[in-house]
């Protein structure tokens, strides 16, 4: 399959590592989707790829909204459209903590992306790649044994969602101190999103499909603040990595600047 008629689906591409990710794929001559939950941004980033002479178009997708998120697959597959690679990019970090803030970040960043991963799955093609876009804040060893075990191995899917919603439960009821938890949702979502993969790579290995997450360490971002030490086109390197591994590469790894995070 020649590399210039491969696509690739990004989510949260308005901005920052996403949009970067779209234009240094773009530029290896890919297709590049271009998803976003705001329409005037994902249209005025798309638009600034396309006057580089990049092969990208936009599409809305809000992916903490199954609605969202059903009708661009069902547009998609009308379309015919078929998949190389998927980038679960979007993410948030939301100010305070409390159950509303554990609620909305884990729909984000966890459910998000096992929800467009599994809905667009039948569009990936075999040997595709699929990549998680993780943070160092979730490598277990910065955790306690006991903590580890929830995680290490990796449950199954449907226990690691009910893993994941006993964390929302435990904060909204106060408890999570006492149950072991640590008082962030950021950290909580990642850890359940490397745990994800895992899970993931080792079910869609009959598909040659290769799912690994990534850590494009602190970049200078919205989210990152502008004294993050590493550039957007640095970070995004890592992304592209994994987008565009070759059919022998890792599946179910982590990774940070090419190199394997160990678990």
């Known amino acids: 399959m020649k590399q210039a008629t491969r696509t690739v689906l990004v989510t949260g591409a308005n901005r920052g590592l996403g949009l970067e990710t779209c234009r240094q794929l773009g530029r290896l001559g890919w297709r590049v989707l271009l998803t976003a939950p705001d ?137 999570y101190e006492r149950k072991g938890w640590p008082g962030s949702a950021y950290r909580v979502s990642k850890l359940g999103l490397n745990a994800l993969t895992r899970v993931l790579a080792e079910e869609l290995k009959p598909r040659n499909l290769l799912v690994n997450a990534v850590c494009p360490s602190w970049v200078r971002t919205q989210m990152g603040g502008p004294h993050a030490a590493r550039s957007v086109e640095r970070g995004a390197d890592v992304l592209v990595w994994a987008a565009t591994l070759p059919p022998e590469g890792p599946t179910g790894g982590f990774f940070r600047n090419r190199r394997p995070v160990l678990w």
């Not at 998927?86 to 509303?100: E, P, R």
């Not at 995680?151 to 919603?165: C, I, S, V, Y």
Request: net charge negative.
């Open 39 to 175: 329409s005037t941004e994902g249209q005025q980033a798309c638009e600034a790829l396309r006057s580089e002479g990049l092969d990208v178009h936009f599409e809305f997708l809000d992916v903490a909204s199954q609605e969202s998120l059903s009708t661009l697959a069902g547009r998609l597959e009308q379309e015919g459209v078929r998949l190389s690679a998927l980038v679960n990019n979007a993410g948030i970090a939301m100010d305070g903590f409390n159950a509303h803030v554990a609620e909305y970040t884990l729909a984000v960043n966890f459910f998000g992306p096992l929800h467009v991963t599994e809905r667009l799955l039948p569009l990936v093609e075999e040997h595709g790649r699929i990549v998680m876009v993780s943070s160092a804040l979730a490598e277990l060893k910065d955790y306690p044994p006991a903590f580890q075990r929830r995680f290490n191995p990796p449950p199954p899917k449907e226990q690691l969602q009910t893993l994941l919603r006993s964390f929302i439960e435990d904060v909204r009821a106060g408890v």
